[in-house]
């Protein structure tokens, strides 16, 4: 049995104390199941009450051992916050995924740039850099890798760079070796970042740097904000395009609207020549998929100023992501 489907058989258990299920209060925060058989839960939990944990506990356990059959189970429970989305504190915050399934294709240096030229547009913005896996935000946004401080209402306070407020996973990983992380101590360190970080009032627009796949961390990060629009990024070769479907499709089951597809690396012009080195027509066949708009095509290059990400907003490839800046804007 599968992750997806054992969520299923258990969210119909009951939380004895609001008489709500753990589906209904987006309770089911992390599930693991190992080789053995042994089934590991982080259970969301409205109120510290031991009572419900036990009966909680109990219900769970009748069900994935005895009808389901597996080997164990270890339930671990956190707290449930609020109607348990990010979006309460800030409601007028919108939440920008940018999602690839393969790595490599683009995925950070479009969210940067996406949120620099949003910035420009004279939008307040910040990001998430919530890739574990390979977090390079800091090193395109040029950022020091240092553990953040916390302020008075022990909230997180982030990194500030070109006007563009940046919390990294990168921050608080020290010596550790994000790979080596078990799934659940992951999904906590990422639902503590998630909630606890104290953005600028004025923020607007939150850009989601998610790690490359259509895994457990994807789909835990995209569980944990619900209601965030996603952009799809691919290039024009099927290794690519074919990962950024199944992305796209596992959007679209947690219900998140994909504002479009991003072709990065559409092309290379040279001497005049325009060489399609990636081949042709994965985004356009990614968006056709997901019946979504291909809203914007990036070529190969390099930034003039030297810079080795970043575009500045009167070359052709920083117009380009000013156009897709645009178009996001729109299609919100
Ligand atoms: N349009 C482009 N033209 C030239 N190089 C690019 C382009 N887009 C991205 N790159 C380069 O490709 C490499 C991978 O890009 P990036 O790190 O943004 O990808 P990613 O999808 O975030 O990768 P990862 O899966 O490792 O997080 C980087 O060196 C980046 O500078
Ligand atoms: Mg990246």
């Not at 000013?322 to 919100?332: H, P, Q, S």
């Amino acid at each position: 049995m599968d992750k997806q489907t054992l969520t299923k058989e258990i969210e119909s258990v009951k939380d004895p104390r609001t008489e709500t299920t753990l589906g209904e209060n987006n309770a089911i925060r992390h599930i693991e199941i190992d080789e053995e058989g042994l089934v590991t839960l982080i259970i969301g939990i409205g109120e510290e009450d031991d009572h419900a944990k036990r009966v909680i506990k109990r219900d769970l356990a009748r069900k994935i051992k005895l009808e389901l059959g597996f080997k164990g189970v270890r339930i671990e429970f956190e707290p449930l916050r609020k109607k348990d989305s990010v979006l309460d504190e800030k409601r007028d915050v919108t939440y920008i995924a940018v999602a690839s399934g393969k790595g490599g294709v683009g995925k950070s240096t479009v969210a940067a740039n996406l949120a620099l030229s949003l910035k420009r547009i004279g939008k307040k913005v910040a990001i998430i850099d919530a890739d574990i896996y390979g977090s390079n935000i800091p090193v395109i946004m040029d950022m020091p890798i240092e553990a953040p401080k916390s302020d008075e209402n022990k909230k997180i306070v982030p990194f500030s760079k070109h006007g563009i407020e940046v919390i990294s996973t990168e921050f608080f990983l020290k010596d550790d070796k994000p790979v080596m992380w078990r799934g659940p101590m992951l999904s906590k360190m990422l639902n503590h970042f998630f909630y606890d970080v104290g953005w600028d009032d004025d923020t607007e627009y939150i850009i989601i740097d998610l790690p490359p796949g259509t895994g457990d961390v994807a789909i835990d990060i995209q569980k944990l904000i619900p209601e965030c629009k996603m952009l799809i990024v691919s290039t024009p070769h099927p290794s690519a395009s074919n990962v950024a479907v199944k992305a796209g499709v596992m959007a679209k089951e947690l219900d998140h609207e994909i504002l479009g597809v991003v072709e990065n690396m559409t092309h290379l012009s040279h001497n005049g020549e325009t060489l399609k080195i990636f081949g042709e027509g994965g985004g356009e066949m990614v968006a056709e998929h997901l019946d979504v708009p291909l809203i914007q095509q990036i070529p190969i290059g390099q930034p003039e100023s030297g810079h080795h990400s970043l575009f500045a907003s009167d070359e052709e490839i920083g117009i380009l992501y000013l156009g897709l800046a645009n178009k996001v804007l729109k299609a919100l």
